[in-house]
């Protein structure tokens, strides 16, 4: 089992920056790759961005691009969404989890997710 908790969520204006954590307890954190979705109200969950179980690889939807990195700190236990230039359409619950093989888009890859956080970006 792996236990994933988000954190740093909260309200900002456009254009503004936030910086997402997820700790990890559980199993070896660096055997899963890693990855963020987000879900906005009224629309599904969709993926933002993965990391390898090194961190030698990412992977970002196309949405958040050059704006997003995605980080982990194996030594931590930690995962990071650093996201700047923030956009109105940026808000929704974002959400950490992780996977033994990295497909990083493949929502049903993901074998274990944490509650998620808040993020709302003012216009």
């Known amino acids: 089992q792996v236990q994933l908790v988000e954190s740093g969520g909260g309200l900002v204006q456009a254009g503004g920056s936030l910086r997402l954590s997820c700790a990890a307890s559980g199993r070896t954190f660096s055997s899963y790759a890693m990855g963020w979705f987000r879900q906005a109200p009224g629309k599904e969950r969709e993926f933002v961005a993965a990391i390898s179980w090194s961190g030698g690889s990412t992977y970002y939807a196309d949405s958040v691009k050059g704006r997003f990195t995605i980080s982990r700190d194996n030594a931590k236990n930690t995962v990071y969404l650093q996201m700047n230039s923030l956009k109105p359409e940026d808000t929704a619950v974002y959400y950490c989890?992780?996977?033994?093989?990295?497909?990083?888009?493949?929502?049903?890859?993901?074998?274990?997710w944490g509650q998620g956080t808040q993020v709302t970006v003012s216009s």
């Open positions: 989890a992780a996977e033994a093989n990295y497909q990083p888009n493949l929502m049903r890859e993901y074998d274990y």
